[in-house]
């Protein structure tokens, strides 16, 4: 199991990724072997920030919808590319990673807000991540119950 350290740093990389894929869709995945390796020497970093960063993209529509649910009064095109990246890596993880606690989720998402997005992204990504671990909670609530 890769080291607190090691796990941040590959949402770092993970969430630049999903950058590139914003923009370049699918043909950004050939280079993302490039990329990690470019940027990082640590072999358990690269093979996380990639597993990470696709399955989020496999999943990206799912993702996309988590959030517009819980960004109210905010439409997904009109957030800036890194904050709907460390959105869309939140919501991958919140959803598809139950090994990984929320609360970890969340902070780290609030983290890599605060190194590379504006002023505001901070609370703006915690309240939206917050909404959505609420939801698949109480969904997840409701599947039990049935």
Same mark, same amino acid.
């Given at each position: 199991?890769?080291?607190?350290?090691?796990?941040?740093?590959?949402?770092?990389?993970?969430?630049?990724?999903?950058?590139?894929?914003?923009?370049?869709?699918d043909?950004?995945?050939?280079?993302?072997?490039?990329?990690?390796?470019?940027?990082?020497?640590?072999?358990?970093?690269? #093979? %996380? +920030?990639? @597993?990470? &960063?696709?399955?989020?993209w496999?999943?990206?529509?799912?993702?996309d919808?988590?959030?517009?649910?819980?960004?109210?009064?905010?439409?997904?095109?009109?957030?800036?590319?890194?904050?709907r990246s460390?959105?869309?890596?939140?919501?991958?993880?919140?959803?598809?990673?139950?090994?990984?606690?929320?609360?970890?989720?969340?902070?780290?998402?609030? #983290? %890599? +807000?605060? @190194?590379? &997005?504006?002023?505001?992204?901070?609370?703006?990504?915690?309240?939206?991540?917050?909404?959505?671990?609420?939801?698949?909670?109480?969904?997840?609530?409701?599947?039990?119950?049935?």
């Amino acid at each position: 199991m890769p080291s607190t350290d090691r796990r941040t740093r590959a949402r770092e990389l993970a969430m630049q990724a999903l950058c590139q894929m914003d923009i370049q869709g699918d043909a950004a995945l050939d280079m993302l072997g490039i990329f990690f390796a470019e940027n990082t020497d640590d072999p358990q970093v690269r #093979e %996380l +920030a990639d @597993k990470w &960063s696709k399955d989020a993209w496999k999943v990206v529509k799912d993702c996309d919808s988590l959030i517009t649910v819980a960004a109210v009064k905010w439409e997904l095109s009109r957030l800036n590319q890194v904050d709907r990246s460390i959105l869309r890596l939140g919501a991958y993880q919140l959803k598809y990673c139950p090994d990984i606690p929320a609360k970890v989720v969340i902070n780290e998402a609030i #983290e %890599l +807000a605060k @190194k590379f &997005s504006a002023e505001s992204s901070p609370g703006f990504v915690n309240g939206v991540l917050d909404a959505i671990y609420r939801k698949l909670r109480t969904d997840s609530d409701n599947q039990c119950e049935k």
